[in-house]
């Protein structure tokens, strides 16, 4: 039982270039999500997909995209990777609870990326 | 919409000292309010959750928070500190579109 895991753990893109972080989870969790962490800023919640097929803006989705095509997938595209993207990226997958709503969420290691 | 502010940014403490980490919510409904604890280079791990019930939670590793609805708070708090507690924490309000405070990083002092 691997958890959450996250595709690669580091990479350094050029401005304009793109790239697809894949996050994968093997505990048959329904929700999934894209975080990314930037110093003094906490986590922000990038796109966040409720179950297969499905997908959801979170805070800050600008210049992202998300697949959800296999429920134990999420991948995250940058289709043009600009310098504000650098950042750490962080996955993370949640069980649906439909009594209480009650929603824990566990996180993957995280991808530091540098756009240059 | 919801926010969390943790007004501490850094904070440090003697091993053994007890510890409060304050946080402070904003969200439109009953809350579900979270703490999360991050070690250098790895990801969150759950301390401790509040969703209804006790106002008072226990969590892992000796840590417990209690909710305040009047002060729109939850505060962090461990009786004694020890130094495997250095890490970042980060408290965090609302369900699937989760919102985290910028986070409190705890020094521990021999």
């Known amino acids: 039982n691997a958890g959450v895991t996250q595709t690669p753990k580091f990479r350094v893109l050029k401005t304009g270039q793109s790239m697809t972080l894949l996050c994968a989870q093997d505990?048959?969790?329904?929700?999934m999500y894209w975080y990314r962490q930037d110093p003094g800023m906490g986590l922000r919640l990038i796109h966040y997909?409720?179950?297969?097929?499905?997908?959801a803006k979170g805070e800050v989705p600008d210049g992202y995209n998300v697949s959800r095509l296999k429920k134990q997938n999420f991948l995250l595209g940058l289709e043009s990777a600009a310098p504000s993207q650098t950042s750490v990226y962080f996955c993370?997958?949640?069980?649906?609870?439909?009594?209480?709503?009650?929603?824990?969420?566990?996180f993957g290691p995280g991808t530091r990326l540098t756009v240059l | 919409a919801q926010s969390v502010t943790q007004p501490d940014i850094h904070i440090t403490v003697s091993e053994g000292a007890s510890l409060e980490l304050r946080c402070n919510y904003s969200y439109g409904a009953t809350p579900y309010l979270f703490w999360y604890v991050q070690s250098p280079g790895q990801g969150l791990q759950l301390l401790l959750k509040y969703f209804s019930g006790d106002t008072l939670v226990q969590g892992i590793k000796g840590f417990e928070a209690e909710f305040k609805r009047s002060q729109s708070s939850f505060n962090l708090r461990k009786p004694s500190v020890h130094w495997s507690d250095a890490a970042e924490y980060f408290c965090?309000?609302?369900?699937?579109?989760?919102?985290f405070g910028a986070g409190t990083r705890l020094t521990v002092k021999p």
């Open positions: 505990m048959n969790h329904e929700y």
């Open positions: 993370a997958s949640s069980l649906l609870s439909s009594g209480s709503s009650y929603n824990e969420q566990f």
């Open positions: 965090a309000v609302g369900n699937n579109d989760m919102r």
């Open positions: 997909s409720v179950g297969e097929g499905t997908t």
